[in-house]
Nanobody
Framework: QVQLVESGGGLVQAGGSLRLSCAAS????????MGWYRQAPGKQRELVAT???????KYADSVNGRFTISRDNAKNTVYLQMNSLKPEDTAVYYC????????WGRGTQVTVSS
């Protein structure tokens, strides 16, 4: 089963940017859907963005226009560029791979100060 490792989280001021990376232990070229989810304290995990092997992309309304998801199959890596960050973006961000089965990373903390 593919293993996922997230990186790039940290503390940033409102209006700032971060770029998250999700490195997979094996090729992601055949994985149908790669995605980013997040979970804030006391809240359920929610979808942030997904990218299909076809190139189709879906964003949550709350991040549309501010976040950009991309995948580099040659590097087995998925990215999440986050711009114009808001305090409400504070959460643990998780990478997900879905190929009929599902794999999750351990997450990376993103904290946005006001």
């Amino acid at each position: 089963q593919v293993q996922l490792v997230e990186s790039g989280g940290g503390l940033v001021q409102a209006g700032g940017s971060l770029r998250l990376s999700c490195a997979a232990s094996e090729s992601i070229s055949s994985i149908d859907i790669m995605g980013w989810y997040r979970q804030a304290p006391g809240k359920q995990r929610e979808l942030v963005a997904t990218i299909y092997s076809s190139g189709r992309i879906k964003y949550a309304d709350s991040v549309n226009g501010r976040f950009t998801i991309s995948r580099d199959n040659a590097k087995n890596t998925v990215y999440l560029q986050m711009n114009s960050l808001k305090p409400e973006d504070t959460a643990v961000y998780y990478c997900n791979a879905d190929w009929g089965f599902s794999a999750w990373g351990r997450g990376t903390q993103v904290t946005v100060s006001s």
